[in-house]
Nanobody, 121 residues
Framework: QVQVVESGGGLVQPGGSLRLSCVAS????????MNWYRQASGKERELVAG???????DYADSVKGRFTISRDNAKNTVYLQMNSLKPEDTAIYFC???????????????WGQGTQVTVSS
């Protein structure tokens, strides 16, 4: 059984910063990639940032230069450092991970439950 759990959301003023964390646990053989998605009220879920096992990163244009994704492979943890936050960053942020589990041995896509980020004065 594999679980993915996010933490670190909250309320922050425009221009402020937050750091989200996501930990994968369970019968993990390897993690192919870990990603952050977000879904604002009334909108579709969108990819915010992703990081592959080799360290390659991708960012949505709307967050480039403000958000940084990083990964601690030893802890099966991914972080999203969010700076210069804007009201339009308000959304539920979801962690997503492509994980090869050891039992059963298979590649699957896992989602966390989401954490709310609200940017407001």
């Amino acid at each position: 059984q594999v679980q993915v759990v996010e933490s670190g959301g909250g309320l922050v003023q425009p221009g402020g910063s937050l750091r989200l964390s996501c930990v994968a646990s369970g019968s993990i053989l390897s993690i192919v990639s870990m990603n952050w998605y977000r879904q604002a009220s009334g909108k579709e879920r969108e990819l915010v940032a992703g990081i592959r096992s080799g360290g390659t990163t991708d960012y949505a244009d709307s967050v480039k230069g403000r958000f940084t994704i990083s990964r601690d492979n030893a802890k099966n943890t991914v972080y999203l450092q969010m700076n210069s936050l804007k009201p339009e960053d308000t959304a539920i942020y979801f962690c997503n991970a492509h994980i090869v589990s050891s039992s059963p041995h298979q590649l699957r896509n896992y989602w966390g439950q989401g954490t709310q980020v609200t940017v407001s004065s």
